[in-house]
């Protein structure tokens, strides 16, 4: 992984010549800040209260226990469980589909227990 293999090489540089992931990874960013700079498209944004960032703090936090608890990318598991039928692979996209209605139940309707309520108001 490219990117992996970017974080790797800056924390442990021992003098080796970094390889064509690396440069990618380099060369996209620099590329793409030029670009922005450039064009002037260049922003700053950040949460609007503490609320947001402790709900992408939150999710962040979920989502890297997901992938731990699935030996690997959260939604690489749903896509390439289907394409070997991994007997996991419905389970898996199962809970990647409640999960993101839960979550879009709470942000809209404030409860994630929403989506199971059957009235609607």
């Known amino acids: 992984m490219p990117v992996a293999d970017t ?3 800056l924390v442990t540089f021992t003098g080796s010549i970094p390889d064509y992931g690396v440069g990618l990874v380099v060369g996209v960013v620099i590329g793409s800040s030029l670009n922005a700079l450039f064009r002037r498209q260049v922003r700053w ?3 609007d209260d503490a609320r947001e960032l402790s709900r992408h703090l939150f999710g962040g936090f979920l989502m890297g226990v ?6 690997g990318c959260t939604i690489g598991q749903g896509v390439t469980a289907v394409s ?3 007997i996991s692979a419905p389970i898996v ?3 990647i589909m409640i999960g993101a209605r839960m979550g879009l ?4 309707e404030g409860s994630p227990l929403a989506v199971f309520s059957t009235s609607r108001a």
């Open 7 to 9: 974080l790797l090489h």
């Open 45 to 47: 944004e950040a949460c």
């Open 66 to 71: 997901g992938g731990v608890l699935s030996m």
């Open 105 to 108: 139940s709470y942000l809209i």
């Open 84 to 86: 070997t039928l991994a």
């Open 93 to 95: 996209l199962a809970s």
